[in-house]
């Protein structure tokens, strides 16, 4: 699955990278610091099917960077800037550098539960990014490189991205809808008949493409010029399409993640070998050439997949003999009493020592062999020991966390292999530019630890609506705040009090429920005897917590809370509900005596991976306090306080305005 990924990427840093590049140009190249917002841009969209932040930084940061020296950024921001908008390509779904379909076999959930989880962190760490290179703008007074073409209101300009952004979901709605109709109607025919429709998109794509010149390999670092955005969207919108088969094949399909990256990797050879020939075609050019060049491209894809794969295959191959020593050995069972020895039983402490690990581990190893070794290991310690400490810590939280640590190894000093290559690049030392890197990438950097503790920026029992549209909003906002936060600019500069104030309503944004827990419990004890109408009442999906108590392999007698989610039933008035959708889940009850057990556990199920035991006594249940209010309240307090500092900010430095103006009077 590695490799296949590879090659869907090589084809990207081979032909894709310039359309990308000019994309983002064409969208950002005329604002405040346009180079920068290009590089965080462009890498994201890249990050789609990235599997190497190395490849990412030499491919974007030919451009961007010295382009960003010239704008004013100065060689290590540059540098740094683009390292740590590439590292951020792994973490962005569907593809996550391979993690994604790792990560399907290690949590056992389906691959659009790992997109819906990973989308929301990703997505705000790169708009923290974009935030981050704007104040820097700012700070340094930069001015845009380009011109921005027809002056527009800023009606206009809401209205042409509302336009394109409703646009795109309306087209990916329409392909979903008739994707799924021509399926229900056609039947045994329906992949036929998808497939026909699909040349038929290729070709309509490739005949548009072949109506207009090819867009520049290389931007002028000299003379920036923007590019059109339309005319250059258009010109490679066929690149999407492997991606876009991936992703049906994954969330639509349900097919396994190897089947699924071999398909998208057969219709990116494909494309590979037609492309050019076919737009030569329609040139009413000759085709010989194109033909010869289009097969060399794709072999010289299947050569860098299998050559770069023969790394990570070592890695892995060297991880699993770890992995399996410690297993077979039973080292792992000592482990979870030295971390707790370490951590003193305490959570947090547990988690950065976690996090050390992981950065220690990626300074001489691939980010997916350094995710494999971390999450065999310490993700089940780390979900065993916060359930001990009667701290509910989803699975897919703790691999996302040795993941998200392991990828800031790449950008970390000393080694850092990423910042090595941005140095190269910008002429700039590399420790300078990783340790400006790593202050980039403190927004990343604490995403982890607050989705540990609040689930719901995982996407974690949140419902669809105006819950999530809040999570979503509060999300965003406190990964703003902390940039400005560890920027020491918010609207003009700030003081150590307001960095202070931006931190707690970072906080505050971030975790409301702790807020909330000091005034109301989250849950309220119920009996066991009480757990299966519980059950039943749960929404779709919905997390049932109860506490167990029972005597461990070592021969310790132990107390736990452990969750699992419940799965929808399709007769939801069912009789006996509850029970049925435990035994989804792979929960059997046991009564003995008055007293509820866990009678069986089915292997390989949700609740058997999330860390019930057979056999354990269930003491209580933790049913939702009807009592609390909703978390969502501290976000009042906390939009005052963020509302009140930008009414100071914009004081001050009014004030500071006029006086410079008398200062120039006299």
Request: with cysteine; charged share 10%; glycine share 10%.
């Amino acid at each position: 699955m590695p490799a296949l990924s590879h090659l869907i990427y090589q084809n990207a840093i081979s032909v894709n990278t310039p359309y990308m590049m000019q994309v983002s140009f064409a969208l950002l190249g005329h604002l405040r610091g346009g180079p920068a917002k290009v590089a965080v841009v462009s890498s994201a969209v890249n990050g789609l099917v990235s599997a190497s932040s190395v490849a990412n930084v030499v491919t974007g940061g030919i451009f961007t960077i010295p382009l960003m020296k010239k704008a004013g950024y100065g060689g290590v921001r540059a540098g740094a800037i683009e390292t740590a908008s590439s590292v951020n390509g792994q973490i962005m779904p569907p593809v996550m550098g391979a993690a994604a379909f790792l990560m399907i076999e290690y949590v056992g959930i389906p691959y659009t539960d790992i997109i819906r989880h990973a989308i929301l962190p990703a997505s705000i760490s790169y708009i923290a990014l974009f935030y981050i290179v704007h104040l820097e703008a700012l700070k340094l007074g930069i001015q845009p490189m380009m011109a921005s073409g027809p002056t527009r209101t800023p009606l206009q300009k809401l209205a042409g991205w509302g336009m394109g952004i409703s646009g795109t979901l309306v087209v990916m709605g329409a392909v979903y809808w008739i994707g799924t109709g021509i399926q229900a109607v056609a039947g045994a025919a329906a992949t036929w008949v998808l497939l026909a429709i699909l040349a038929a998109l290729y070709l309509w794509l490739l005949r548009i493409a072949a109506r207009h010149p090819d867009l520049p390999q290389d931007i002028d670092i000299n003379h920036p010029v923007r590019p059109q955005p339309w005319p250059t969207v258009r010109a490679g919108l066929y690149f999407l399409i492997p991606i876009g088969i991936l992703v049906w094949c994954l969330s639509v399909e349900e097919f396994s993640a190897g089947l699924s990256a071999f398909w998208a990797a057969v219709g990116m050879l494909f494309q590979m070998v037609t492309q050019r020939p076919l737009i030569a075609w329609f040139r009413k050019q000759p085709t010989g050439p194109a033909w010869r060049l289009g097969w060399r491209e794709a072999i010289g894809g299947l050569e860098e997949g299998a050559r770069n794969m023969i790394g990570i295959a070592i890695a892995c191959g060297t991880a699993g003999l770890i992995v399996g020593a410690i297993t077979l050995t039973g080292l792992g069972l000592r482990m979870t009493a030295f971390v707790e020895l370490v951590s003193m039983g305490n959570v947090l402490l547990m988690l950065i020592f976690t996090a050390v690990v992981c950065l220690i581990l990626g300074l001489g190893m691939p980010t997916t062999a350094n995710y494999i070794l971390m999450a065999t290991l310490m993700a089940p310690v780390v979900v065993e020991l916060g359930a001990q400490n009667g701290l509910v810590i989803p699975l897919i939280a703790v691999h996302m966390f040795v993941f998200y640590y392991g990828i800031m190894a790449d950008i970390t000093p000393p080694v850092g292999l990423a910042t090595f290559a941005a140095a190269a690049i910008s002429g700039e030392d590399p420790i300078k530019t990783g340790i400006q890197g790593v202050t980039y990438a403190a927004r990343t950097a604490i995403l982890p630890f607050m989705f540990v503790f609040n689930p719901m920026l995982l996407l974690i029992d949140v419902s669809y609506g105006w819950e999530l549209a809040l999570v979503v909003a509060g999300a965003t906002l406190a990964s703003l705040t902390f940039a400005a936060a560890t920027m020491g600019w918010f609207r003009t500069r700030c003081t150590r009090l307001e960095v202070c104030l931006l931190l707690l309503v970072t906080f505050m944004l971030f975790r409301p429920d702790w807020f909330m827990d000091h005034f109301a419990a989250r849950h309220e004890s119920r009996p066991a005897a009480e757990m299966q109408a519980i059950a039943a009442a749960l929404p779709d999906n919905g997390r049932l917590t109860v506490v167990l108590r029972g005597i461990n392999l070592e021969g310790d007698e132990l107390t736990k809370t452990v969750a699992v989610a419940l799965p929808a039933l399709e007769d939801a008035g069912a009789q006996d509900a509850g029970r049925k959708r435990l035994a989804e889940a792979g929960v059997t009850l046991m009564s003995l005596g008055g007293q509820t057990q866990i009678g069986g556990l089915r292997f390989g199920s949700r609740a058997e991976r999330a860390g019930w035991e057979q056999g354990w006594d269930v003491l209580e249940v933790k049913a939702p306090n009807p009592q609390r209010w909703s978390d969502f309240w501290v976000y009042v307090p906390a939009l005052l306080l963020l509302a009140g500092m930008w009414a100071r900010q914009g004081r001050r430095d009014g004030g500071a305005a006029v006086g410079r103006l008398r200062a120039t009077a006299v």
